[in-house]
């Protein structure tokens, strides 16, 4: 079965700062996806970013990067010059290539960018 | 357009009451989903709709009925429920993943709506 694990319930950083939130996961496959989504208060869960196992190039999007290491089954979220609208519950999530529809969601990491 | 649109946004109902929630999308997406969520906890998968059809239902009491008419609209129609049933209802749709196929999207990228906030009294 597997699991994704996100060690920090809560963190918070000045406006402007770069944070890294952390995130293991375990499987035994090799095919799969990895997502951070972000949901701010109040507000809809989007997807910040996505990582095919497969690639060994990380992810970025724009002010959002991730660092993938597969053999540490890692997939860290790196947020640069942070926002206040950074201030969200950020999830990490693993999908199965085969499987459609099954996001497994890590219990999620409290961001709160302070001004 | 690339927004899922839930009604009623908030709903307080007695435990005898019979309610629905409701969720639409326009993306041409045929996979629809219903998700609960806990406060500060990640969603729980409820039911996933692919093509109109249920393919997965995990494990959810009787009391939750969900239908998908077209390929647009789906429900969570709500009966008997129990204080503990209190939460957040996210709907959610995306591709149905074609291996070998590229569309925009990708896979496992879910578009959430704003969710129906539910509180049984």
């Known amino acids: 079965a597997q699991t994704v694990t996100q060690s920090q319930p809560e963190m918070s950083v000045q406006e402007a700062e770069t944070v890294t939130l952390s995130c293991t996961y375990d499987?035994?496959?090799?095919?799969?996806?990895l997502f951070w989504y972000k949901q701010p208060p109040s507000r809809q869960m989007i997807l910040v970013i996505r990582q095919e196992a497969y690639k060994q190039q990380n992810a970025t999007e724009n002010r959002f990067s991730v660092n993938f290491q597969k053999a540490a089954k890692s997939f860290s979220l790196k947020i640069s010059d942070s926002q206040l609208g950074d201030t969200a519950m950020y999830f990490c999530a693993f999908m199965l290539l085969d499987s459609n529809y099954q996001l497994i969601w890590g219990a999620g990491t409290k961001l709160i960018i302070k001004p | 357009d690339t927004e899922v649109t839930q009604t009623p946004k908030h709903l307080v109902m007695g435990m005898t009451n019979k309610k629905s929630l409701k969720c639409e999308q326009h993306?041409?997406?045929?996979?629809m989903y219903w998700y609960k969520q806990k406060a500060k906890k990640p969603p729980e998968l409820m039911f996933v709709y692919s093509y109109e059809k249920l393919s997965i239902n995990e494990s959810v009491p009787s009391r939750f009925s969900p239908e998908c008419p077209n390929s647009s609209l789906l429900n969570l129609h709500l009966h008997a429920l129990q204080p503990e049933d209190s939460a957040l209802y996210l709907c959610?749709?995306?591709?149905?993943?074609?291996?070998?196929?590229?569309?925009?999207?990708?896979?496992?990228?879910?578009?959430f709506g704003e969710g129906s906030r539910l509180t049984v009294l």
């Open positions: 499987t035994s496959e090799n095919n799969y996806y």
């Open positions: 959610a749709s995306s591709q149905v993943v074609v291996r070998g196929t590229s569309f925009l999207g990708g896979p496992g990228e879910l578009f």
């Open positions: 993306m041409g997406h045929r996979a």
